[in-house]
């Protein structure tokens, strides 16, 4: 992303969203500069979203090229009615989900290293150090713990939890991007989170 | 809700972990620049280059071609190899040339009653007419000589014709 350009993210305001419109109509007419853009806007959300569905980076890479060359040549059936964000985001979770139905079974961990930030978030300490039976475990064995669990959940159930508690998007987008509606959303949440917390309970005491 | 809200306080909490696992440094940096170039490869309409036509035709040549990528020294081995099948196939051509010869040779000085031996032609006499075409009387010669043209004749199948004109006996 340009230095010119303000940062910010689509929910946040008007100028985004006229400017994202902008250059969603060039990238349409066949500007890949303006798709460019586009793709380093929310190259790190989709890709984040891909990889947590399928905790393995070599996937999450494909498939996250996967999704925007798909979006680029559906450019011009995009009407407008949502916004570009939810509407690339609808088909990285269908091409997801659908990568994820064949591979059924034959999955296998790659995953990414941890940020160096996560040693020092006092939340993710306290809960290795402190609440956590077993204390030898580490932060990396916790991870691929979580990834596991996180496998063991369906498909839908995986994907609300993903975009809700992970990457902080809204009950109503998420309806929007998963084409249901919000007590379908609310309800998948909670028996994912149940079902999570059953297979992390050794890892975790009650609140 | 909110109960079950706090309740999965600690879970949410565990969950936060997921956001701090990152791809390899950089990998943002060239993520759009690969986007960008497999679309514009797929607007070229498949007009693949003669290397990705050979990846899909013939992988075995690309993967021998990648041993002398990784081993230079294979290719000046590989390069002395030909050149000697070259100079082998070159010397035993001449050899089987000169070997056909002293074959062919001792073909034609072989004896004349050999019964495979071919059989001399006689003196051809022949006579050249008006419009240049040679015509020949001489039968054609075989490699294996027939007596007759029907083989013996058996005599119990035919007997002796004769003719007696009326009123020259009794």
């Known amino acids: ?207 | 809700m909110n109960q079950s809200e706090h309740n999965f306080g600690n879970l949410k909490r565990l969950l936060k972990l997921k956001r701090q696992e990152v791809p390899p440094p950089g990998y943002f940096n060239t993520f759009s620049d690969s986007v960008i170039s497999r679309i514009r490869a797929g607007e070229a309409g498949g007009a693949q280059s003669a290397t990705e036509r050979l990846h899909v035709t013939a992988p075995w040549l690309v993967n021998f071609l990648n041993i002398f990528e990784t081993k230079p020294g294979l290719v000046g081995g590989f390069a002395v190899s030909l050149c000697l099948l070259l100079v082998l196939g070159v010397v035993f051509s001449e050899r089987s040339d000169s070997a056909t010869k002293n074959i062919l040779a001792t073909v034609q000085s072989a004896p004349a009653n050999d019964s495979l031996a071919l059989v001399a032609a006689p003196p051809m006499a022949s006579v050249t007419d008006s419009s240049g075409i040679i015509a020949s009387t001489n039968p054609v010669t075989s490699l294996q000589p027939v007596a007759t043209m029907f083989g013996q004749p058996n005599p119990a199948l035919f007997q002796a014709a004769s003719f007696a004109p009326a009123g020259t006996g009794n």
């Not at chain 1, 992303?1 to 985004?16: K, L």
């Not at chain 1, 964000?85 to 139905?101: C, P, S």
């Not at chain 1, 496998?151 to 084409?179: C, F, T, W, Y």
């Open chain 1, 1 to 207: 992303m340009s230095m010119s350009e303000p940062v910010t993210t689509p929910e946040s305001g008007t100028p985004v969203a006229t400017l994202e419109g902008d250059l969603v109509r060039k990238a349409r007419r066949g500007d890949l500069n303006a798709y460019d853009e586009l793709v380093k806007r929310y190259q790190e959300r989709i890709y984040a979203t891909i990889y947590h569905m399928t905790s393995n980076h070599e996937d999450a890479n494909d498939l996250a090229q996967e999704s925007f060359i798909k979006a680029y040549q559906a450019l011009k059936s995009f009407k407008g009615g949502s916004s570009f964000y939810t509407w690339l985001y609808r088909i990285a979770v269908n091409k997801t989900i659908n990568f994820l139905k064949q591979r059924k079974n034959k999955y296998h961990l790659s995953l990414n290293d941890l940020d160096f930030n996560a040693e020092h978030d006092p939340d993710l300490v306290a809960l290795v150090s402190d609440k956590t039976p077993l204390r030898d475990a580490g932060l990396a064995e916790l991870q691929k713990k979580l990834n596991e669990a996180l496998l063991k959940l369906s498909e839908p159930h995986r994907m609300v939890v993903v975009l809700h508690d992970v990457q902080g998007v809204s009950h109503d987008e998420i309806a929007e991007i998963m084409g249901c509606n919000i007590g379908t959303v609310r309800s998948r949440l909670f028996y994912a989170r149940q079902e999570l917390q059953g297979h992390l309970a050794e890892y975790m005491k009650p609140a």
